[in-house]
């Protein structure tokens, strides 16, 4: 526990992180955009754009190919992946795909004329909403046990220094109790994970007929970190979390409370990436070596795209994202 003097502008985590991100001038606001700071899945390879485009495929097919098919991309940073989805449908699909990016900054000057923008999901959503890396920025407060066993909330200046504030109680202790019970040992630490609940369950509330999608760094009940996840991101490198403005703040994510928020919506399905895209056929097999004889120009094309594919489901890596699959009218998920 890092210890600041005085109590002027001494806020929980979720007031600071909510300011620092969302507020004028919060890092999500910046011209550069989160690219500018970390490399998402979406930045990895078009891989990944082309298969989440597979993946509204199967829902426009599961939906009895509709005359409107929503994809809604949410966290949509400056549209790097509702471009690239577009891109990579066939044409048949993507002349009845309506196309939503739900984001708080600006609509960037070069977007497709047929891309919608939105501070917030539309009403109605017949096809698939998309929220890659989203909730793992829906702010939350952090939790830290004292020297009684009590978990107390966690105050921090703009600066970054931290001080415990008040005990945990109401609600968000409910949800602690449930989702991440800290032993009475003294600083031990969680991020109390309601806020995010909440957002998911309003997301998936607006999907009238198809599937919402969450992917984000996770975890569940029985894999929770004794310290938390809470961290920050300044120009590609991982750096200590200050709410001012100048880097992103990200926790990792409790899918599984997430995923039981929104059950009532449609039964939850929990996968890591890997497994989510190797069922949509990007698996990183190296092509057959015959290939570079019969054709080698199709052989280096597919190499660097087995390459591309082996980043995306690497274990350690990429690979072990999390990916919460909600349906909403279907039997489950068409995956």
Do not use: K
Not at 225 to 248: H, I, M, N, S
Not at 262 to 280: D, F, I, K, N, V
Not at 303 to 331: K, M, V
């Amino acid at each position: 526990m890092r210890e600041t003097s005085g109590t002027a502008d001494v806020r929980g985590w979720r007031d600071a992180a909510e300011r620092a991100l969302y507020g004028p001038g919060g890092f999500y606001r910046r011209p550069e955009g989160p690219a500018g700071h970390f490399r998402t899945s979406v930045h990895a390879s078009p891989l990944f754009a082309a298969a989440v485009a597979a993946l509204l495929c199967r829902v426009d097919a599961a939906l009895g190919r509709p005359a409107v098919l929503d994809f809604v991309d949410v966290g949509a940073g400056r549209g790097e992946l509702i471009r690239g989805v577009l891109a990579a449908l066939p044409a048949d699909v993507a002349g009845r795909t309506r196309a939503c990016a739900v984001e708080i900054a600006d609509r960037p000057e070069d977007l497709d004329a047929r891309i919608g923008w939105r501070a917030e999901p539309p009403e109605a959503v017949d096809g698939l909403l998309f929220a890659n890396e989203w909730l793992d920025n829906v702010p939350v407060d952090v939790a830290e046990v004292d020297g009684a066993g009590v978990p107390r909330l966690v105050l921090v200046a703009p600066d970054g220094t931290e001080r415990l504030g008040e005990p945990v109680t109401g609600a968000e202790a409910d949800w602690l109790a449930r989702w991440w019970p800290l032993p009475a040992e003294e600083g031990l630490r969680a991020e109390i994970g309601l806020p995010r609940d909440q957002a998911w369950a309003a997301a998936v509330g607006r999907v009238q007929r198809g599937l919402a999608v969450a992917v984000d760094y996770a975890h569940t009940l029985g894999t929770r970190p004794p310290f938390g996840t809470l961290t920050g991101f300044r120009a590609g490198r991982e750096t200590t979390p200050v709410p001012d403005g100048t880097c992103d703040i990200t926790a990792h994510v409790a899918l599984d409370a997430c995923a039981a928020a929104g059950s009532g919506h449609g039964t939850p399905r929990l996968l890591t990436q890997r497994e989510a895209l190797r069922a949509l056929d990007i698996t990183g097999a190296r092509p057959p070596l015959t290939l570079a004889t019969t054709d080698p120009a199709a052989y280096v094309r597919a190499l660097a795209g087995a390459g591309a594919a082996a980043e995306l489901t690497a274990p350690g890596g990429l690979g072990d994202f999390g990916w919460l699959l909600q349906p909403a009218g279907l039997p489950e998920p068409p995956l």
